[in-house]
């Protein structure tokens, strides 16, 4: 797709229900899942979709059929697949996190395909990844459209630069299902040096090396604050560019007047 406001587009996302809370899965039982269109006079169209019934494995990921044969599905080596009929989504990667998968270059020759899939999808699943692979020379106007519809559309947009890499995402969304978020959480220092040498660090263009220096050669951080801009310049590594923006963040006052 050429334009970002292109007007055919546009009115197809326009008359989508985009999901306002994200729901739970519904499961239905053992029976395939069904889509049910429901119409009012004074209410305009919209999709509940059922999810379909758990995996026979807890560990498989579910995958529509349509998708064998796709290559990134070689590069799933640690967590079993099921192929399976009655699900909307591409995979299945959770009780309630499900993958849609779209190559750029697909995206480009049927823009509204997305779009399709996602009316069917309606509110199912917490945790909706639109996983695309960008296979084509020039994909920033076709990301800026997707970019746009996974914002309207509740969608976590992963890229994947090949098969194997968007493989191994699903595989890790998986993999991850039920482990803790503090997995991935920023850990902090406990440690005083530490610490310090991380507050130094943020003071550009000094780095680790150099904060593990300054420590080394001054002792504390309070002779580092009084020590002169020339002083600071003979710290080994440290040099005059580095030392003049260290003494004039050390003796910028905190608080404006």
């Not at 995996?55 to 990921?61: D, E, F, M």
């Not at 509740?154 to 890229?159: E, G, N």
Request: charged letters at 25%; a neutral charge.
């Amino acid at each position: 797709m050429d334009e970002f406001d292109d007007d055919s587009f546009n009115d197809v996302l326009g008359s989508m229900e985009m999901p306002t809370a994200p729901k739970q899965p519904k499961v239905q039982e053992p029976t395939t899942a069904t889509i049910v269109a429901s119409t009012s006079s004074s209410h305009p169209s919209s999709t509940a979709a059922l999810a379909a019934k758990p995996a026979s494995n807890p560990h498989s990921i579910l995958v529509h059929s349509k998708q064998r044969g796709n290559p990134i599905l070689k590069s799933i080596l640690s967590v079993p697949l099921e192929f399976r009929d009655d699900i909307i989504p591409d995979y299945v990667v959770g009780r309630t996190s499900c993958v849609l998968y779209l190559s750029l270059k697909y995206h480009n020759l049927n823009p509204d395909y997305i779009c399709q899939r996602l009316k069917a999808l309606g509110k199912m699943y917490e945790l909706r990844v639109l996983l695309v692979q960008v296979d084509t020379p020039e994909p920033h106007n076709a990301l800026k459209s997707l970019t746009r519809i996974s914002l309207l559309a509740d969608l976590t947009m992963m890229l994947a630069w090949n098969a194997e890499e968007a493989g191994k995402i699903i595989e890790t969304y998986k993999q991850f299902e039920k482990r803790p978020p503090d997995l991935i959480m920023e850990r902090v220092e406990s440690n005083p040096h530490q610490k310090l040498v991380a507050a130094l660090t943020n003071i550009k263009p000094v780095n680790k090396t150099d904060a593990v220096t300054l420590l080394q050669t001054f002792g504390n951080l309070g002779n580092i604050i009084t020590a002169s801009e020339e002083r600071l310049s003979q710290v080994m590594g440290l040099g005059p560019r580095k030392a003049k923006r260290l003494y004039k963040t050390l003796q910028e006052p905190f608080l404006s007047k």
